[in-house]
């Protein structure tokens, strides 16, 4: 059984920075594709980035240049840096996976963001 657990969130100031980590395990890594999404309260899930098993990314455009989506294989392991945050970043932030990133079938719990002064 797959099962992917996130951290990193917390509260940041306007402008700066963090990194949210996802953990995998019960599945073959490496031949995952994996993303992150978010959701606002209020508004529906999106997506922010994902990245493919051969390394491929996509973002969404409102986040290119801000937000890089990155894969440690031998750690099983995704990470989204995330810069020069907004209050409007403010979300629950999803980890998830599937065979490619059109097939996201498996998720985490989520990590709280938040962007205030």
């Known amino acids: 059984q797959v099962q992917l657990v996130e951290s990193g969130g917390g509260l940041v100031q306007p402008g700066g920075s963090l990194r949210l980590s996802c953990a995998a395990s019960g599945s073959i890594f490496s031949t995952s594709a994996m993303g992150w999404y978010r959701q606002a309260p209020g508004k529906q899930r999106e997506l922010v980035a994902a990245i493919t098993r051969g390394g491929s990314t996509n973002y969404a455009d409102s986040l290119k240049g801000r937000f890089t989506v990155i894969r440690n294989n031998d750690k099983n392991t995704v990470y989204l840096k995330m810069n020069s945050l907004k209050p409007e970043d403010t979300a629950v932030y999803f980890c998830?996976?599937?065979?490619?990133?059109?097939?996201?079938?498996?998720w985490g719990q989520g990590t709280h963001v938040t962007i205030a002064s």
């Open positions: 998830s996976e599937g065979l490619t990133v059109a097939t996201m079938n498996h």
